[in-house]
């Protein structure tokens, strides 16, 4: 973790190599990523919902099965009939669809029933996403809707639905839909993927070695110190490096050398 004698001039350069890597084109980078597909929705917020749901597996695989949850929801159908997402299957689908239809019938809006449960002048979001997953899921959930729906206070990373929150929280930049406007985008959470929770562990962010919800408040007050008003702009950036297996599962020194974090990276020092 950053506590040496060496940390400012650290946090400095791994601060301007961070920001150098988040403003980079995206475009590329963008066409593979769910996120494209939310894009070319009629109705972004619940297709928001929805991919970041399902952001679990090959990214193949997740955007087609994005695509076919999307356009069912917004032509007012159930499900596809047969369809199938690693374990998730329609049945199971058909009750997320069930919890963005009366939500919005309840509240207007998925951010007006996050809004309900928001503390504006709390440090993150965590309490905020608890009390929205526990109403999306309503009483006596079943476990796959469980799953869809995590909650920071049963110790999950929370990937998919802090993924959703960045897409629709955050205003800057071309990655991102800022759809809503209640939510401080210095308060999210960083989406803890696997590849962000490696590439944070090696650059000393977090020490805890499995992604976890204390995993991504670390990595999370870590990113602030290189910018405190919106710490997740580098979440994107980071994810994709794993992504592209820039950073590979273990250190490889002819790959490591050519990543652009090496010199901060704890890895290194290992190979």
Not at 77 to 85: A, D, E, Q, S, T
């Amino acid at each position: 973790m950053y506590g040496d004698a060496r940390a400012p001039v650290i946090q400095d350069s791994l601060g301007a190599r961070l920001h150098s890597l988040a403003a980079r084109g995206d475009e590329e980078r963008l066409a593979r990523d769910p996120l494209s597909i939310v894009r070319a929705a009629r109705d972004p917020e619940a297709a928001a919902l929805l991919a970041a749901s399902l952001a679990f597996g090959n990214v193949a695989t997740i955007r087609a099965s994005a695509t076919a949850a999307i356009e069912a929801f917004e032509g007012a159908r159930g499900p596809p009939r047969g369809f199938r997402h690693r374990w998730i299957g329609a049945r199971d689908l058909g009750g997320l669809f069930r919890a963005i239809r009366r939500a919005r019938d309840r509240h207007g809006s998925l951010e007006a029933l996050f809004a309900r449960g928001d503390d504006p002048a709390a440090e993150d979001v965590g309490a905020a996403l608890d009390a929205f997953a526990e109403a999306l899921r309503g009483p006596a959930p079943a476990p796959p809707l469980r799953f869809l729906l995590p909650r920071p206070s049963d110790g999950s990373a929370c990937k998919r639905p802090l993924l959703f929150l960045r897409w629709v929280v955050r205003r800057e930049g071309a990655t991102d839909l800022g759809l809503w406007r209640r939510v401080d985008p210095s308060r999210l959470v960083v989406p803890l993927d696997t590849h962000v929770h490696r590439i944070a562990y090696w650059l000393g962010f977090t020490s805890r070695r499995t992604p976890s919800w204390r995993a991504a408040l670390d990595v999370t007050r870590a990113l602030r110190r290189f910018d405190r008003l919106d710490p997740v702009r580098f979440d994107f950036a980071l994810s994709h490096l794993g992504i592209a297996r820039d950073c590979p599962r273990r250190p490889v020194r002819e790959r490591c050398g050519r990543c652009p974090l090496q010199p901060w990276c704890r890895a290194w020092v290992t190979t």
